[in-house]
Structure formats: C-alpha cells, structure tokens
C-alpha cells in the first residue's frame, strides 16, 4: 500500500540554497506532461493513495500549475504543497480555490543579507508578500525553518514572531547530512534538543515525541511549534517516511534520497499503459525498504 506521494511537479528552481538536496533535480528527462501526471496519480489511488505532497525544484513555476492542482484536488486526496515563496504572491488564490489542504513555505531567516547567503538571490521581500497574500487568500500555512549553527540559530524567538503575525504554525528543521558536504554539515549542523527542552518547560505540549523519528509539537507565544528530526531510519509502522515520490520525469523513489529508482513510469505510460496495470507497477514500487533513510 501507498500511505503517500511527494509529487515533484517541475525539477528548477529559482533559488539555490546551499544545503538544498536537490530533490527534483536529478538531471531529469522530459517532463511530465499534466496528462501523464495526472494518469499516475490517479493510478495510485487504488493502491490506498490519500495524501499527496506536490514538491519541485519549485512546484509553482510550472506553466499551468492551478490546473494541476485543480485536478488532483477533485479526486479527494488531501493534497498539500512546499514552495519557496516566490511566486506565491501571484498563485495564492487560485491555489486556495484548488482546494489545498496546507501551503508549506521554506524561509530561514528574516535578515536580507543571510537570505541572500543562503539562496544566491535577493527574494526575501517575494517571500514575506507571498506567505501573506496566502495567509489573506485563507491557506493554512505552515513556515519551514532549517536551524544552522552560526548562520540563523539566533533567530528562533524573531521566527516564532513572525509566524504568530503571518497566522502560520512553524516547524524548525535538523540540518540533514545527505546532499550536503562534510564540511558544511560540520560547521552549521545543530541539535535540536535545546530547542525541545526549552519548548517543553516554557510551551504547552500538544504532542509527545515517542520515538526518534516523530515530531514532537508543542504551543509557545500562541504559535504551534513542531521540531523535525533528520533520523537514519524510521521503524516499519513509524509515521514518517512512509510513501514513495514521483520526480519530475516519472521516475518513482524511495525516501533516500542516494537510491536508485524503483521504476520508470513515464515509460509505461507513455507506452499506453492502462489504469489497471499503472496500479500494479505502483504496487510493485512499494515495498519492505520504503521506510528506511
């Protein structure tokens, strides 16, 4: 069975963030087109498909995406999207009247200098636009933050801040060492178990961490506050790391992100492939290693 899907609707991206594993950009193909997107995703449906994450490169620069997002959203799942806020200012409406159940926007740090730093683009005014117009467009929104050592690790409180004004719940991210060097992840990787133990003395806790790879929450300063984890690998049954992702070009992966790819479905079909068989060849992607790191 499928739990879920991180869909990769476009491999580029506008910015290039220094600790970014590129996900949708391994020297992909040919697109696929919205037609043979939309045919995959629905084949996955038997397959116990409900919950499907829509990622890039970044997803709200592919010509047409609402009409993507209108699709997937017609058939029931519960569908949310990551971006880098960018192009949100311009997308957030019709991504509201899509029917997106959560818009995750990534923003580090609230100084133009370290944005710079980070990204290699001047952006930071798009961003901060874009996560308001979605927060008046009416989107749940979540803030993504990567904590780095030396880099933004003092901007936790201003963060928090920020995320209370935009409406937004906040979750703070461990540096992940795949995708990055050793050097970089030596010099910027934090533990997160500061931040718990204070969000846990001076927060409410909504809910509990039972295990490494969970997401503890909690409610500080009218926030709701989660911590994400990197773990090396999820226990069978855990509630993460649980699904599969389609890339860009139709090739089906795990969740680590150095594997190779469990199949190539824009092959199948291309080739006229029908529901029935598109469903199987899913199942088939799926497997006892789709939780381990």
């Keep these: 069975m499928i739990a ?21 950009n391994r020297r992909p193909g040919r697109h696929l087109s919205d037609a043979e997107l939309t045919t995959l ?3 996955a449906l038997p397959a116990g498909l409900r919950k499907v994450k829509i990622t890039g490169g970044e997803p ?10 209108r699709a997937l959203c017609g058939w029931g799942l519960e569908l949310s999207l990551t971006t880098n806020g960018t192009q949100l200012k311009t997308l957030a409406t019709s991504i509201k009247e899509a029917g ?4 995750s926007v990534s923003l580090d740090t609230l100084w133009p200098q370290r944005f ?3 990204t290699g683009q001047d952006a930071l005014p798009h961003v901060l636009s874009g996560i308001f117009a979605a927060r ?13 050592a030396h880099i933004n690790d003092d901007e936790v409180t201003q963060l928090t801040a920020f995320a209370a004004a935009a409406g937004a719940r906040l979750q703070f991210i461990e540096l992940s060492p795949e995708g990055n060097s050793a050097e970089f992840y030596q010099r910027h990787h934090m533990s997160l178990d500061g931040l718990e133990n204070w969000l846990s003395t001076n927060g409410e806790t909504l809910e509990p961490a039972l295990s490494p790879a969970d997401r503890p929450r909690y409610r500080c300063n009218g926030v709701e506050v989660s911590l994400c984890r990197w ?10 790391r649980q699904g599969l992702r389609l890339a860009a070009d139709g090739k089906v992966y795990g969740f680590a992100y150095g594997d190779p790819p469990r199949a190539d479905l824009a092959v199948a079909v291309r080739a006229g492939v029908r529901d029935e068989a ?16």
């Design 4 to 24: 879920s899907l991180r869909v990769s609707v476009w491999s580029a991206c506008d910015l290039s963030c220094r600790y970014c594993h590129r996900e949708g």
């Design 41 to 43: 995703v629905r084949a």
């Design 60 to 69: 709200l620069l592919r010509p047409g995406f609402p009409a993507v997002l």
């Design 100 to 103: 997106v159940a959560k818009v």
């Design 116 to 118: 710079r730093q980070l």
């Design 136 to 148: 008046d467009a009416g989107l749940p929104l979540e803030i993504n933050s990567l904590l780095l």
């Design 231 to 240: 773990v090396q690998e999820t226990p069978a049954g855990g509630r993460r």
């Design 278 to 293: 598109l469903t199987r060849l899913w199942l088939a992607a799926s497997g006892p290693s789709i939780n381990r790191r």
